[in-house]
């Protein structure tokens, strides 16, 4: 009996410890790999695997766990939503069987897949709707078969996990939404800038050529407007190409490749541009440090193009158990308010989303004539 709740207490631990990782993971593969680990981990399974049903009969994503890569190339396509698999999508109730081969809605296997007997199917559902549906095989022990205590921690697995996928999916779909965002603001800002001043160069280069067939009166000084106006043309291209520009923390950390990134800035703008910068110059999480950049690069950005600011002065610091980046300019500021009422240019929701995608948060204080300051603060310090 001892051995028996040792063991038991073992995968309540192992229960525990894999629900608190899966609250911290965003991304939905992650998550789905993690429950798919746990669950054969927990279960005694020699193969798991698990899938995300397409709604048009397949599998968006299908992941597995116990079959080597060569046998996985042999087997092929990936399973369709049918026999068993599709029993447990159409009655999203656990299936356990002694046997997977002796059950009528069992379809066969594809010639190169290993050969099954014990099976435990349990749906991943949230809502009502089969999230994912989650396939062990195979005890590994002297058992030859799934018990009822096999069952219960991998249904209350599958309860934990409902919750988990649904944030992941919801902060990839807002990730998502925010990249469609981005991209019809550089639409807006190639239209308003570059497009403008490269539709006034073009008047100011056909006057000129007027003023030069009628004797070149004011021909020096149409010249100079065109000059000035293509220059201005270029600082704005680079400006947007900058935008543009793949993030990339890989080689030189976070605070590295803001460093480089404000440097760039600098030489392109005539603007003061200063970074202080405190703390360790790597995270140890990758996905803190891109979007702690990109949230710093939106903010730059929007100083740039619309403060008319002389000096942004840039503050970075992951020396505490949070990394706190400010980018504050002495620009014209703006109604914030009403700018939020009336419009998205700045890509201020981008930024809000990407800091609670990370369960941070962001803060504008501005007014007009008061400048602006960007605050953003996410955990994740090192």
């Known amino acids: 009996m001892g051995s028996t709740e040792s063991s038991e207490a073992v995968a309540l631990r192992r229960l525990l410890d894999v629900t608190l990782a899966l609250a911290a993971e965003r991304r939905t593969e992650p998550v789905l790999r993690a429950i ?20 048009a009969g397949g599998y968006s994503l299908f992941l597995t766990a116990g079959v080597d890569a060569a046998t996985w190339d042999a087997i092929g396509a990936v399973p369709r939503t049918h026999g068993l698999l599709g029993a447990l999508l159409d009655c999203p109730r656990t299936i356990r069987l002694d046997d997977i081969r002796s059950d009528p809605r069992f379809r066969g296997w594809p010639a190169a897949h290993p050969d099954m007997r014990a099976f435990l199917g349990v749906p991943i559902v949230a809502g009502g709707e089969v999230l994912a549906e989650l396939f062990l095989a195979d005890k590994t022990g002297p058992q030859p ?22 944030n992941a999916q919801r902060t990839e779909r807002a990730r998502e939404l925010s990249v469609a965002e981005e991209r019809a603001r550089l639409a807006r800002e190639l239209h308003d800038s570059v497009t403008q001043t490269l539709f006034s160069l073009t008047l100011a280069a056909e006057s000129a050529a007027a003023m030069a067939e009628a004797g ?68 140890q999480d990758r996905t803190v440090e891109r ?60 930024m809000r989303e990407r800091a609670e995608a990370l369960g941070g948060t962001v803060h504008v204080d501005t007014a007009p004539g008061t400048g602006t300051r960007v605050t ?7």
């Open 216 to 283: 070149g009166a004011g021909l020096a000084e149409q010249l100079g407007r065109v000059r000035e106006l293509a220059r201005t043309g270029l600082t704005e291209m680079r400006s947007m190409v900058e935008t543009l520009r793949p993030v990339d923390v890989g080689t030189d950390g976070l605070a590295g490749t803001l460093r480089k990134r404000v440097e760039l800035l600098r030489r392109v703008h005539d603007v003061r541009l200063s970074l202080r910068a405190r703390g360790p110059a790597r995270l």
């Open 145 to 166: 078969t799934f018990t009822d205590s096999d069952q219960q921690l991998i249904e209350t697995l599958s309860a934990h996990a409902a919750l988990a996928v649904v």
């Open 291 to 350: 979007e702690v950049l990109l949230v710093a690069s939106e903010a730059l950005a929007n100083a740039l193009q619309h403060a008319e600011a002389s000096a942004i002065e840039v503050t970075l610091d992951t020396g505490g158990e949070a990394v706190r980046l400010v980018v504050a300019d002495d620009g014209r500021g703006f109604d914030l308010p009403g700018t939020l009422r009336q419009s998205r240019r700045l890509g201020l929701t981008s």
């Open 376 to 382: 953003l603060e996410v955990p994740g310090a090192c």
């Open 36 to 55: 798919l680990d746990a669950a054969r981990d927990l279960a005694g399974a020699r193969y798991a695997a698990v899938g995300v049903p397409d709604g």
